[in-house]
């Protein structure tokens, strides 16, 4: 039910305005009149105005990106829904209406391109979903990564099994509350291995690293080591320990590496260090002739060891 304010006559509408232009084009003749040439040049003000920004905007992108066509699609709809909102509207309110909306329209687009340009997307970039949220195939492809043997999986314990041998930690510290903590605040689809599992991976990269620095020491020529005795303190086991050092002919520099340190057997003897040392040796397989050197302490028995290995 609409009602007209000039001569307060109710009309049954359907939510429509014929009923009510029928009324004024033949009882109010002259303010129809008036309203439609107010709407028309309305109309044509705003489709004016509008298509000078689109002409504006679409001298701008060519300049940026000749293949870009999103905006002006965006610009060519806001057109046609400003001149059907205008067609048959002949209230000036209704005219102002719309130009508020299309300028929040053509303000929202040009929000949008700024914010390509703050995450440096391609110009295509709103077209394509594929920039804006992953398919369902790629969440689940990502969420496989963390299970066990999937990528994520592997590169985490690969960085944990490194700190833990760098900083000398316990295996047994990924069982740690402190350290489920931390791995389930930062990365919560990763299951930490137990200390079983760290104890088999540390044995793995031992084999590959042994591997490794064997195919070294086997195109080094002179080398040295240095060696010592080491007791722990308020206990009976003791342990001799081996560094070797040689020159890296590559690079020209001097290199020196760990090569283990080995449980000492009861009797701290000449004879039993030279075994020891010798077992150390062949474990990596170096050949006594190419030993240039060997240091230790003043200690007589590990003298006398040196003595009987070469």
């Given amino acids: 039910m609409c009602i007209c304010n000039l001569c307060s006559k109710a009309y049954k509408t359907g939510g429509g305005k014929t009923n009510l232009k029928n009324h004024l084009m033949h009882k109010h003749t002259l303010c129809f009149n008036k309203a439609l040439n107010l709407s028309k040049s309305n109309e044509s003000s705003s489709t004016k105005r509008i298509q000078e920004e689109d002409e504006s905007q679409q001298g701008s992108r060519k300049k940026i990106n000749k293949g870009q066509e999103t905006q002006s699609d965006v610009d060519s709809q806001i057109t046609q829904i400003s001149l059907k909102e205008n067609e048959y509207d002949l209230d000036s309110n209704s005219d102002l209406d719309n130009d508020v909306d299309i300028a929040s329209v053509i303000s929202d687009t040009s929000t949008i391109s700024s914010h390509k340009n703050f995450y440096n997307l391609p110009n295509n970039s709103i077209s394509n979903s594929s920039y804006l949220q992953p398919t369902i195939k790629n969440v689940f492809k990502e969420q496989r990564s963390y299970g066990a043997g999937g990528s994520k999986e592997i590169a985490i314990t690969e960085a944990l099994l490194y700190m833990l041998c760098k900083d000398n930690l316990p295996l047994g510290c990924t069982e740690k509350t402190g350290m489920k903590k931390f ?81 000492l057997t009861p009797h701290h003897t000449a004879i039993n260090i030279c075994e020891d040392l010798t077992e150390m040796l062949d474990y990596w397989r170096i050949k006594k002739s190419q030993v240039l050197s060997a240091t230790t302490d003043n200690g007589a028995n590990i003298v006398a060891g040196i003595k009987l290995l070469f």
């Fill in 183 to 263: 791995l389930k605040t930062v990365v919560s689809l990763y299951k930490p291995p137990s200390r079983k599992k760290m104890t088999q991976l540390v044995e793995q990269k031992h084999s590959v690293m042994h591997t490794i620095v064997s195919q070294i020491l086997a195109k080094v020529k002179i080398v040295a080591i240095t060696t010592d005795l080491a007791t722990v303190m308020n206990a009976t086991r003791s342990f001799i320990v081996m560094t070797i050092h040689y020159i890296d002919q590559e690079r020209t520099r001097l290199c020196s590496m760990n090569l283990g340190v080995k449980n």
